[in-house]
């Protein structure tokens, strides 16, 4: 059986609980590899053959944060709030081979169809948790990462108790003194929503002793209303000495035209 190939009998869809939506996994004609669809939307890709292939924009730039921030291969503690097809878990285990990786996935039957459908590359350390992201981090008391990542954000549809200066800080409590949290922010065009997060995880690393947000992402998104996806970045390895080299390559890694803004121009962008 090629690599490429479904399992045996695998299982293609699900219907998930929590959203009430239809999962599927198919065939990516165009890109090639697979797509997580839930719902209309095209919610994660992946490349079974090539696992650091990423079509995504905006995971291509968390992974070239991920790349700069620690020695290369060296493995890392990751949490990803937020299972989507385990894009990122699959990126981390082929780059770091024996990361700790846990997801925290609201959704039960997801993960289930993801792992059953596209097996995780050989060898990964991978935790599921199934609950909700601020309850289930809570509940890792004492436990700290190098990196967290948070995707569950959809515009001004986002669940509430996530998008706020206090869940924020609860994440950057559980990570290391020179972790990184990572949190892809979709918005419509008007990029309220985003607005209001880069103002509440602004004033969780100031209240947190941190400097502030850096913010990856298309080049037009800052200058032109459109939907899109931004990254924002906190945490205690943006102290680094070396952060001026860590710009200079994830401005180098691309995509492009990308940008990237350091807390004070982050600020400016966004009206504080």
Known sequence: MASHDFLPGAQRSAQLSVSDQPAWIVKDEISGGWVLQIGDIEQSHVDLEDPTHLVHEYLRRMANVLDTAWPRRRPIRIAHLGAGALTLARYVQATRPGSAQ???????????????????????????????????????????????????????????????????????????????????????????????????????????????????????????PADGNMVLVAGGALSSPEVGEWREAWMKAGPHPGAVLDPTETAEAFGR
């Open 102 to 224: 846990v997801v925290v996935e609201i959704e039960r039957e997801l993960p289930t169809l993801v792992t059953t459908a596209l097996p995780m590359p050989e060898g990964t350390d991978l935790e599921i948790v199934i609950g909700d992201a601020r309850e289930e981090l809570s509940a890792m008391e004492g436990r700290r990462f190098d990196a967290i990542v948070l995707d569950v954000f959809s515009g001004e549809e986002s669940p509430g108790h996530l998008a706020t200066k206090g869940f924020y800080l609860e994440a950057l409590a559980h990570l290391e003194a020179d972790g990184l949290l990572l949190v892809n922010v979709g918005d419509d065009a008007g990029q309220r929503f985003l607005a209001t997060q880069v103002r509440e995880l602004e004033d969780a690393a100031a209240e947190a002793g941190l400097s502030g947000v850096w913010t990856l992402t298309l080049a037009s998104l800052l200058t032109t």
